[in-house]
């Protein structure tokens, strides 16, 4: 038999795995973002703009992470039970959560310094550029709504 409690231990640990997630885009953003800030200043505030994009996902993930603790804490102390489906259920949240920043980072980390650089050649694209790396974002959005979902269910 499976210890439910470190099931979900577990998965609250992984889900932490997606601030590693929101560091890879957020680290070639800010290479681009000093590059550009260094050629027009005015740039700044559009810019912080899409790299909050990439910090988001660090967030969905700390989110689940606190649901899934506050789920948990009264198990681990004792008061309540803490079924092993529930452990499953965690562990399922924490995949959905992974598997959706893992895409949500690839698209940003591709995105986010190619919208900076034509933000720097022309400010005009703002918007556009705004919309298309949301589609990206989006996409843990959808993970952060499905692990909702089954945290209900826990």
Not at 15 to 40: R, S
């Amino acid at each position: 038999m499976v210890n439910s409690i470190l099931l979900g231990i577990i998965a609250i640990a992984g889900t932490m795995l997606t601030i590693i997630g929101a560091g890879v885009p957020l680290a070639k953003g800010i290479q681009a973002a000093a590059a550009a800030i260094a050629e027009k200043q005015q740039l700044n505030i559009f810019i912080l703009i899409y790299l909050a994009l990439a910090e988001a996902l660090a967030i969905y993930g700390l989110l689940v992470a606190f649901i899934m603790y506050t789920k948990i804490s009264d198990a681990i102390a004792g008061l309540v039970e803490f079924t092993e489906t529930q452990g499953y259920i965690f562990l399922g949240a924490m995949a959905i959560m992974i598997i959706s920043n893992i895409g949500a980072a690839i698209t940003l980390t591709k995105g986010e310094p190619a919208a900076i650089g034509s933000l720097t050649a022309n400010s005009e694209v703002f918007t556009p550029n705004l919309i298309y790396l949301g589609l990206g974002e989006a996409l843990a959005i959808y993970g952060l709504l499905i692990a909702f979902i089954l945290l209900n269910l826990a």
